[in-house]
Structures are given as structure tokens and as C-alpha cells.
């Protein structure tokens, strides 16, 4: 059974302190490794596709990285509006249903 | 916004009832795929559809059930419903059945059961 696991479970963080969320995951055959932004009472908003070991992507003050192992997404002098919670998700085998974490609550203060 | 719409926003039933959850994909998008949220369990996948037909099932509870039409939009059906059925539901839709697609999120209808 896929298995996807993320830490820290919160965060608290002073604007423009740098950090980063770690996501390590179990699956048999790896398509693809996800990261969405969840606001309260909100849908989560896709941010990034990761797809091999290796690969990197960056979008404003976030940047997602993945090993075999584990995805990290590294926040970039945090602002407030960074406040959420960070969902990391993948698909694997067969299956087109995405598996969750539990997410990080970030909290950015001003 | 993400193009997927979910209707109702909020939804207060009462146990033992049944209520119908919509929702219409992005344009183009040919698969549907509902999850449930509650805070103890996290996004839980229930079920897929790609156009048209059943694709995938998570862990559904035999009480709900879902469908895709032809014009693509989904319905969510909960039935016999108990407190535990109390959640966000989210819709969501991708551009393919296979492969590694994102799949964007509507709204969500918050139900709660009382």
C-alpha cells in the first residue's frame, strides 16, 4: 500500500526565514509526486509535478525537489500570505487516485 | 480558481438521510475523481470516473455511490448517512485517464450531519 508521510506536522517560521518541508514516501512504481496548497476550508491548489529522481521545479519563493526516497519543498524568504497548509501527494502503480499525506501546517509571521 | 465547480457549498442533513453532492470538471477534462476530508483522516480518494465509466475505487462505503454523465459532470450520492459521514467532499479533474496527471480541486461541499 502506498504510503506517504510528511514532517514537520507544523511549522512556524518568522518572514524571510528560510526553511523546508520534507515528504518521504513508500510506492511501488513512482508516476508522478505532487504538491498542492491547502487554505483553511478551501480546495488544494496544485503547485508542482515531480516525476523522476532528480528533478526540480520552482514557482515564486517555493522550489520542489525529489529523490527515490523523499520530495522536499524548500520556502525562500517566506512571506505571511505563505501561510497554509503544504499537501504532498503521489500516484503509483496502476492507480490514478492520489495518495496524501497528512500535510504542514506553515505559519509565517509578519 | 481552478475551473472545477462543486455545488452546494455547504450541506446540513440529518442522520439516516440522503443528499446528492455535484460537481462539473474543468473544461476538457475527462476524468472526475472524488475524495473525502475529515481531520482525523486527512484526503481520503472514494472513487474515479473517466469518461463515463468507473475507472478506480478507494475505500467507498457501500452507502455512497457516484456517476458520470455524457456532458461529464459527476454526482456524488451518500445515503443512510451517519454523523461519521460529516467531511469536506472535494471534487477534482484531470485531462487524462492514465498517466501522471494533476488533478485540479473544486471547492468542496462541507456536509455535516447531524
Known amino acids: 500500500e502506498d504510503q506517504v508521510t510528511q514532517s514537520p506536522e507544523a511549522l512556524r517560521l518568522q518572514e524571510g526565514e528560510s526553511s523546508s518541508l520534507n515528504c518521504s514516501y513508500t510506492?511501488?512504481?513512482?508516476?508522478?509526486l505532487f504538491w498542492y496548497r491547502q487554505d483553511p476550508g478551501k480546495g488544494p491548489e496544485f503547485l508542482f509535478t515531480l516525476y523522476s529522481a532528480g528533478e526540480e521545479k520552482e514557482k515564486e519563493r517555493l522550489k520542489a525537489t525529489l529523490t527515490k526516497k523523499e520530495s522536499f519543498l524548500h520556502i525562500t524568504a517566506p512571506k505571511p500570505e505563505d501561510s497554509a497548509t503544504y499537501l504532498c501527494?503521489?500516484?503509483?502503480?496502476?492507480?490514478?487516485?492520489?495518495?496524501f499525506g497528512k500535510g504542514t501546517l506553515l505559519t509565517v509571521n509578519p | 480558481d481552478s475551473g472545477v465547480t462543486q455545488t452546494p457549498k455547504h450541506l446540513i442533513t440529518a442522520t439516516g438521510q440522503r443528499v446528492t453532492l455535484r460537481c462539473s470538471p474543468r473544461s476538457g477534462d475527462l476524468s472526475v475523481y472524488w475524495y473525502q476530508q475529515s481531520l482525523d483522516q486527512g484526503l481520503q480518494f472514494l472513487i474515479q470516473?473517466?469518461?463515463?465509466?468507473?475507472?478506480a475505487k478507494g475505500n467507498i462505503l457501500e452507502r455512497f455511490s457516484a456517476q458520470q454523465f455524457p456532458d461529464l459532470h459527476s454526482e456524488l450520492n451518500l445515503s443512510s448517512l451517519e454523523l461519521g459521514d460529516s467531511a469536506l467532499y472535494f471534487c477534482?479533474?484531470?485531462?487524462?485517464?492514465?498517466?501522471?496527471?494533476?488533478?485540479?480541486f473544486g471547492p468542496g461541499t462541507r456536509l455535516t450531519v447531524t
Open positions: 510506492v511501488s512504481g513512482l508516476r508522478g
Open positions: 477534482a479533474s484531470s485531462v487524462g485517464g492514465q498517466g501522471a496527471y494533476e488533478q485540479y
Open positions: 501527494a503521489v500516484q503509483a502503480g496502476s492507480n490514478y487516485k492520489l495518495t
Open positions: 470516473y473517466y469518461n463515463g465509466e468507473e475507472r
